[in-house]
């Protein structure tokens, strides 16, 4: 098993920064990929940014260029920088990790960013 633990996030004006950290323990030798989602009050829930095992990364179209996904390369640790944050950033995040073995998938607990404009 592993365990995800989050923290960052907050509120802030429009074209502010935040930084999201995710802690992983248990089993962290299992994880692949490791994500980060959000949800926003009546939309499903969108992923954002992925580091792929390989150290390569992946984007959502409307954050390219604003936020920047990182890990250490023990895959315990992952963050998301998020800047030039816009109104429609404000969602719950989630950090996510993929793994080798059962369940296949962690998430963390979700945390709170919102931005005002």
């Known amino acids: 098993q592993v365990h995800l633990a989050e923290s960052g996030g907050g509120s802030v004006q429009a074209g502010g920064s935040l930084r999201l950290s995710c802690t992983a323990s248990g089993n962290i030798f299992s994880i692949t990929d490791r994500s980060w989602y959000r949800q926003a009050p009546g939309n499903r829930r969108e992923l954002v940014a992925t580091i792929l095992s390989d150290g390569s990364t992946r984007y959502l179209p409307s954050v390219k260029g604003r936020f920047t996904i990182s890990g250490d390369n023990a895959k315990k640790t992952w963050s998301l920088q998020l800047n030039s944050l816009e109104p429609e950033d404000t969602a719950v995040y989630y950090c996510?990790?993929?793994?080798?073995?059962?369940?296949?998938?962690?998430w963390g607990q979700g945390t709170q960013v919102t931005v005002s404009s």
């Open positions: 996510n990790a993929d793994a080798s073995m059962s369940p296949y998938s962690y």
